[in-house]
């Protein structure tokens, strides 16, 4: 449905394993990717650009993953962040966050969770994959993971989820069981 918040659960490859052991924090996250559905039946996510992706050939292309629903908003707002996440396609990946990010996230392991690095990412034309959802809820109507969007990680925003009464999981894939 429109609006759905997706998080990809699977760790294999290398770059799904990194991220899983930085954005964990005594263990490994369960979370490594976000997406999101929009109202043209496709996913949004950013990869090497923000790019959009027929929902059944994404399925396909996933073993494990998360659908995610917040059941307070209205048909409005869900097409109005559908409208947002969508003004990202076509922009590049921000590859150069990814080290500031991980730099915060390695002193989080040993210190607390202070955002030193992450405070000069201000940018959101190169978006990572968490900022298109967290950017474009927050356009729409303010909503936070619990920290402002240039702060969010896959794991912080599906803990977010685990914790909130507004968010309900709807749908959960593991094509390994």
């Avoid at 707002?77 to 730099?103: N, S, W």
């Avoid at 968490?130 to 912080?156: I, M, Q, R, S």
């Amino acid at each position: 449905m429109k609006a759905d918040l997706v998080f990809v659960t699977e760790h294999d490859g290398i770059l799904n394993k990194a991220i899983a052991w930085f954005t964990g924090k005594s263990k490994p996250a369960k979370a490594v990717h976000v997406a999101g559905i929009t109202n043209r039946g496709s996913v949004i996510e950013a990869l090497t650009t923000v790019r959009e992706t027929p929902f059944l050939k994404w399925v396909r292309k996933h073993k494990k993953f998360e659908v995610w629903r917040n059941i307070d908003w209205t048909e409005n707002t869900k097409q109005r962040i559908c409208d947002e996440m969508l003004e990202f396609k076509g922009r590049p990946y921000g590859f150069h966050k990814l080290f500031v990010i991980a730099l915060d996230l390695a002193v989080a392991k040993v210190w607390k969770e202070k955002f030193l690095s992450r405070r000069l990412l201000f940018s959101e034309n190169w978006p990572i994959c968490t900022w298109v959802y967290a950017y474009a809820v927050h356009e729409v109507n303010g909503y936070e993971f619990g920290v402002k969007p240039k702060y969010t990680d896959p794991c912080l925003m599906r803990n977010h989820c685990l914790a909130s009464r507004e968010w309900q999981l709807v749908d959960k894939v593991d094509k390994n069981e």
